[in-house]
T-cell receptor, first 116, second 110 residues
Framework: GAGVSQSPSNKVTEKGKDVELRCDPISGHTALYWYRQSLGQGLEFLIY????????KSGLPSDRFSAERTGGSVSTLTIQRTQQEDSAVYLCASSLLGGEGTDTQYFGPGTRLTVL | GQQVMQIPQYQHVQEGEDFTTYCNSS?????IQWYKQRPGGHPVFLIQLVKSGEVKKQKRLTFQFGEAKKNSSLHITATQTTDVGTYFC??????????FGIGTKLQVIP
């Protein structure tokens, strides 16, 4: 079946503009994560959605970042008034999270964001 | 969520040498996962360990979960250039958010 998809694959924007990044998780997966990865660095957790629960936004670096997950499926990460330090690869992952042993995360290919 | 420390952050080895990365937590983990990210790629799931003292093997890779379920290791025997990449551990608490370690970047010198 289809894996996690993300769009766009690359986004170049000017400082101060808003951007929207999209994630289509694997169908039926209840958990969805957004991560940020700067060049050569580890995974920085941003936000976590699990079913109908309130999202865990503890990783969002500033109030310029927000995310939604509509209908328990597609998610959009929005960055307002982008800054150069926002340049990174934004990764989305989903998991079934049906209990013990189902936490495997399946990652999308990422969106490479470059803020000029 | 769980907090995990991963060491070392970087490791250079000669091809054919062994490699080990360690993941440690101050709290008991429900389970632990290992992922590999090739240069330019995205993290890909390798394995999940659930039981205390569990040992699993995948060809040249050996994964261990400590008896206290607070630490884990990934050992690669006789590294090859195809092993190059960053290896992440990720701690999970069942229905809790998964937390990734910082990763160990492995470079294999031919």
């Amino acid at each position: 079946g289809a894996g996690v998809s993300q769009s766009p694959s690359n986004k170049v924007t000017e400082k101060g503009k808003d951007v929207e990044l999209r994630c289509d998780p694997i169908s039926g997966h209840t958990a969805l994560y957004w991560y940020r990865q700067s060049l050569g660095q580890g995974l920085e957790f941003l936000i976590y959605f699990q079913g109908n629960s309130a999202p865990d936004k503890s990783g969002l670096p500033s109030d310029r970042f927000s995310a939604e997950r509509t209908g328990g499926s597609v998610s959009t990460l929005t960055i307002q008034r982008t800054q150069q330090e926002d340049s990174a690869v934004y990764l989305c992952a989903s998991s079934l999270l049906g209990g013990e042993g189902t936490d495997t995360q399946y990652f999308g290919p990422g969106t490479r964001l470059t803020v000029l | 969520g769980q907090q995990v420390m991963q060491i070392p952050q970087y490791q250079h080895v000669q091809e054919g040498e062994d490699f080990t990365t360690y993941c440690n937590s101050s709290t008991t983990l429900s389970n632990i996962q290992w992922y590999k990210q090739r240069p330019g790629g995205h993290p890909v799931f390798l394995i999940q360990l659930v039981k205390s003292g569990e040992v699993k093997k995948q060809k040249r890779l050996t994964f261990q979960f400590g008896e206290a379920k607070k630490n884990s290791s990934l050992h690669i025997t006789a590294t090859q250039t195809t092993d190059v990449g960053t290896y992440f551990c990720a701690a999970s608490g069942g229905y809790q958010k998964v937390t990734f370690g910082i990763g160990t970047k492995l470079q294999v010198i031919p």
